[in-house]
C-alpha cells in the first residue's frame, strides 16, 4: 500500500509509510485507551472461577458421600448428573479462553482440575456401589475408621472453597498424605478373616487410596487457579 501511494513520488515513500505507520500506533493507542477508560472489566473469568469452585464444592461432597453411603436413603445428586454437569465445563472453558487473558493463562490448570474431578468421582463411586450391595460384607472397623476420616476431610475441604481468603492446601495434603500412609499400614494388617471379608477390605483400601490421591490433586489444581501453576494432566 505504501508502495503504490508513492508510485507517482518515490522520493517520498519513506515519509510515507512513517506516516501510515504513525497513524496506525495512534488509532490503536487511542482505541486502547478508550476501551480500558469506557468499557466495564470483563468478568468472565471471576465467574468461570466461581462456577470451577461450585463444581468442586459439589463433586467433594458427593464423593464423601460415597464413602458411606444410605442404603436406606433417596438419592440425592446422582453420579450421572454430576458427570453431565462437569462435562459442561470444557464448553464453557473453550468459551472463556476466547474472551480472557487470564482464562487464556490459567486454562490449562482449569481443564487438569476438571479431569482431577471425572477421576475422583469414579474413584469414589466404585466405594459406594461397593457399599451399597445387597447383602454385602461391612468393613472392618480399622476400615470403617479411615473411610470415616477420609469422609470428614474432603467435606471439611469442600467448605472452606470461596471462604477462606488463603487456601490451606498445604494443610490438606500434608492430612492426606497421613491419611493414605495410615491406609497402607492397615492394609498390611488386614489379614484375618474369611477370604471374602479379606479380599472386600483390600478392595476398599484401594480405592480409598486412589481416592486420597485424586483428592489430593484437586486440591492442588485448585490452589494453582490462584497461585503457582500445578497442572498435572489434560481433560
Same mark, same amino acid.
Given at each position: ?13 519513506? =515519509?510515507?509509510? !512513517? ?5 496506525? #500506533? ?59 454437569? @462437569? ?21 490449562? =490448570? ?10 475422583? %468421582?469414579?474413584?469414589? =463411586? ?20 479411615? %473411610? ?6 474432603? !467435606? ?21 498424605? =497421613? ?45 494453582? @487457579? #490462584?497461585?503457582?501453576?500445578? !497442572?498435572?494432566?489434560?481433560?
Amino acid at each position: 500500500i505504501v508502495a503504490m501511494s508513492a508510485v507517482d513520488h518515490p522520493d517520498l515513500i519513506f =515519509q510515507i509509510a !512513517a506516516t501510515r505507520v504513525s497513524c496506525i #500506533f495512534i488509532g490503536m493507542t487511542s482505541a486502547i485507551f478508550f476501551i480500558s477508560l469506557l468499557l466495564p472489566r470483563h468478568r468472565h473469568w471471576p465467574d468461570t472461577l466461581h462456577h470451577l469452585g461450585g463444581h468442586l464444592k459439589a463433586t467433594l461432597l458427593q464423593a464423601a458421600k460415597g464413602l458411606s453411603p444410605d442404603a436406606t436413603g433417596p438419592a440425592g445428586f446422582t453420579w450421572r448428573h454430576m458427570v453431565d454437569r @462437569l462435562s459442561t465445563l470444557e464448553h464453557t472453558l473453550d468459551n472463556t479462553t476466547a474472551e480472557s487473558a487470564d482464562a487464556r493463562i490459567h486454562a490449562p =490448570q482449569a481443564r487438569s482440575l476438571v479431569a482431577t474431578l471425572f477421576d475422583l %468421582l469414579a474413584k469414589a =463411586q466404585a466405594i459406594e456401589i461397593h457399599l451399597s450391595r445387597p447383602h454385602g460384607i461391612r468393613p472392618s472397623a480399622e476400615v470403617g475408621a479411615l %473411610l470415616c476420616r477420609g469422609q470428614n476431610l474432603l !467435606a471439611e475441604f469442600a467448605a472452606t472453597v470461596f471462604v477462606e481468603e488463603t487456601i490451606p492446601a498445604g494443610r490438606f495434603v500434608s492430612e492426606i498424605e =497421613q491419611l493414605r500412609s495410615e491406609v497402607a499400614g492397615v492394609r498390611q494388617t488386614v489379614s484375618n478373616g474369611a477370604m471374602d471379608e479379606l479380599i472386600s477390605n483390600q478392595f476398599l483400601l484401594d480405592r480409598l487410596e486412589e481416592v486420597l490421591e485424586e483428592f489430593a490433586f484437586a486440591v492442588q489444581d485448585w490452589q494453582g @487457579l #490462584f497461585g503457582v501453576w500445578t !497442572a498435572q494432566r489434560e481433560s
